[in-house]
């Protein structure tokens, strides 16, 4: 396949806006942001990086959001802070990566709807509202889901108020199909796949990827092996979950949410095969077997996908919506400017 199409596969993905709607990096270090010089190698324009998960105590993504904002400040001549969309082509056109930040939990907000502008205003540019579990904002996608709380709601029409993109990965059926009816802005699912190709309770059912679509959503495929299917983190995998979603709501509502992590988490197995029983909770081991050595696919699975897409019969136009332009027409539609007041 690479002799065919993979000097075509790199010609697309140097000409377009390339976008990664998630990078799960558990927060230890702001100088990990380092390591995103892989991403921008593999042709990844703007990337969102996770500064919380609902595991972790609430003032985590604080932390995370004042390190990682002084160490771009540090390292101006490698990344550009993602405060609006032209930071994205400022970044493209000096040769940097555009960073955003994202939540994975409104345990982040600590009860309170008003931290939502509080993160904004620090970067956070997408937020879902359950991880795995339930919470003061919604069910989790491992758990009863009782759908969205008053709590929720409110913390959705702030999101909606101050231009926060809604994402729906890692929540309950309930609570995503409740987020897209009441949403004044397009929900998203920013790293979840297509249940029908692989049914694991991450997944999502192609009824949420149809009304997601219909609301001018985008469901990001990721490349976390449990979701994949029976040969765990390869392209073939990924390509297999884009072309099922597209066949179901075409190309312009598809896009990557790869979910790479450090090199020292490469593999699943690192990241939970040693935790303890909180974090067991959260992943529980029904869904998430360790041993059998079940990774994620690093950014530099890109252009593989793409070769992929490419092999398919994918055309250009597509192939630039599916790894970019669908999550930026997005972001063009609902980040607002950062208002002090």
């Known amino acids: 396949m690479s002799g065919e199409f993979g000097a075509r596969a790199r010609e697309i993905l140097a000409r377009v806006v ?112 359950a991880y795995n579990r339930n919470n003061l904002a919604g069910g989790g996608c491992h758990d009863a889901d009782t759908g969205l709380t008053g709590f929720g709601r409110e913390v959705l029409a702030e999101m909606n108020r101050v231009g926060m993109v809604v994402d729906a990965s890692h929540c309950g059926a309930r609570t995503a199909r409740e987020l897209m009816e009441r949403s004044a802005t397009p929900v998203i699912f920013s790293h979840s796949n297509a249940r029908a190709v692989w049914d694991h309770e991450r997944n999502v059912s192609d009824e949420l990827i149809r009304q997601c679509a219909a609301g001018g959503g985008v469901v990001g495929i990721t490349g976390v092996g449990p979701f994949l299917g029976r040969r ?79 092999a398919r019969g994918y055309d250009d136009a597509a192939i630039a919506g599916i790894v970019g332009g669908n999550f930026l027409r997005l972001a063009t539609a609902v980040w607002k400017p950062v208002v002090v007041d």
């Open 232 to 310: 765990g983190a390869v392209a073939e995998h990924v390509v297999e979950h884009i072309d099922h979603v597209v066949g179901l709501v075409g190309a312009g509502h598809v896009g990557l949410g790869i979910d790479s992590v450090l090199e020292k988490h490469g593999a699943l197995d690192d990241m939970i095969g040693g935790a303890g029983a909180r974090e067991r909770f959260y992943w529980p081991e029904a869904q998430y077997a360790t041993g059998a050595g079940i990774g994620i696919l690093p950014p530099e699975a890109l252009p593989a996908i793409v070769e992929g897409l490419l």
């Open 18 to 129: 390339v976008w990664d709607a998630h990078a799960g990096f558990p927060f230890e270090r702001a100088g990990d942001l380092e390591e995103l010089g892989r991403w921008r190698a593999a042709g990844i324009d703007y990337v969102s990086v996770n500064i919380g998960y609902d595991y972790q105590p609430w003032t985590t993504a604080l932390e995370a959001a004042s390190a990682y904002r002084h160490w771009m400040r540090a390292h101006r001549a490698l990344v550009v802070p993602a405060i609006g969309v032209g930071d994205i082509a400022r970044a493209r056109s000096e040769g940097k990566i555009a960073i955003g930040f994202d939540i994975e939990g409104a345990n982040a907000l600590n009860g309170d709807a008003g931290m939502v502008d509080v993160f904004y205003k620090l970067g956070v540019r997408q937020m879902l509202f």
